[in-house]
């Protein structure tokens, strides 16, 4: 089965951890979600907020490659991977941060490429 991801961090292609996905992916999409980035160091951290957006890519990605990706993110306890829409209608699941935040730096453009 394929399950579609919405990626915002060190997933996203041109990444260090984007290797996980390379051969058990495909890229579908740029697009965005409702959410608000914030630094987490060396990779961002979103939570939900209806007034921000985030930029990523949506893939579809194995059983076995979203495994990897929970293994990766913590699921369910660091990130929890939700179902979200994204701005173009997508119905994808992405890793929702479930850390304090804050103390963190905002990511004003929601945009980790250009954000950090």
Do not use: A
């Not at 409702?34 to 160091?41: I, N």
């Amino acid at each position: 089965m394929m399950n579609k991801v919405f990626v915002y961090g060190t997933l996203k292609s041109g990444f260090g951890n984007h290797r996980l996905m390379e051969s058990r992916s495909t890229f579908i999409t740029k697009d965005e979600i409702k959410g608000l980035m914030v630094s987490l160091g060396g990779f961002p951290g979103v939570v939900p907020s209806d007034d921000r957006s985030v930029s990523g890519e949506v893939y579809e990605v194995t059983d076995e490659c979203l495994k990897d990706l929970d293994r990766l993110e913590g699921h369910p306890r660091f990130y929890k991977r939700t179902k979200v829409t994204t701005q173009n209608g997508l119905e994808v699941e992405t890793y929702i941060y479930q850390g304090e935040i804050k103390h963190r730096q905002v990511i004003e453009t929601g945009d980790w490429s250009n954000g950090r």
